[in-house]
């Protein structure tokens, strides 16, 4: 099971890549904001990035403050990324991948370990939803969800697909 979730963080299957998806996206790119889209693709990178840190230090112990309201894990200044910021925006993004797919390796007894469920969730959790496993099978589905996201702004603005490469639909 962690082979299968090592792969779909390396966006394998019908996943995107996350860091392919944006490796050749420059900051003016990033900017963007494409006719119907709520969020540029650096504002989804800076909301992946947010949310991978949260749950990384829920993992390790911490108890993070839950956001009050979604618009806090986007970033607060709309202004346009300059270059180093978009650069840091990506950096920090193959990082939290990367040590996500080091958890997801952990042996047995360590993906079952339960972590702190989140204060402020609003539904009932079941035990089994705060499992190490399950944190790590929801951030492959929110990565991937804003990932799909990335790739339909690069599209609208004529900017698919990356240079690595990938589906065209």
């Known amino acids: 099971m962690s082979q299968v979730l090592v792969e779909l963080l390396h966006g394998k299957g019908a996943h995107v890549d996350p860091l392919a998806c944006i490796e050749d996206v420059s900051a003016e790119l990033a900017a963007q904001h494409a006719a119907g889209f709520p ?7 800076f909301h992946m990035n947010y949310w991978m840190s949260y749950e990384l230090r829920r993992i390790r112990g911490e108890r993070p403050q839950y956001p009050e309201h ?6 607060a200044d709309p ?10 925006y990506r950096r920090d993004l193959a990082w939290f991948i990367a ?25 009932p959790q079941s035990s089994n939803l705060n499992s190490l496993e399950a944190i790590l099978w929801q951030m492959v589905a929110h990565n991937s969800y804003h990932t799909g996201q990335i790739a339909a702004i690069r599209r609208a603005l004529n900017e698919w697909p990356p240079k690595a490469g990938s589906d065209t639909w």
């Open 39 to 45: 969020h540029s693709i650096g504002q989804l990178v």
């Open 70 to 75: 979604a618009g806090e894990s986007f970033p």
């Open 79 to 88: 202004a346009p990324l300059d270059a180093q910021q978009w650069d840091r």
């Open 99 to 123: 040590e996500l797919i080091a958890l997801a390796q952990s042996p047995r007894a360590e993906l079952d370990r339960q972590i702190e469920s989140t204060p402020a969730a609003t539904q």
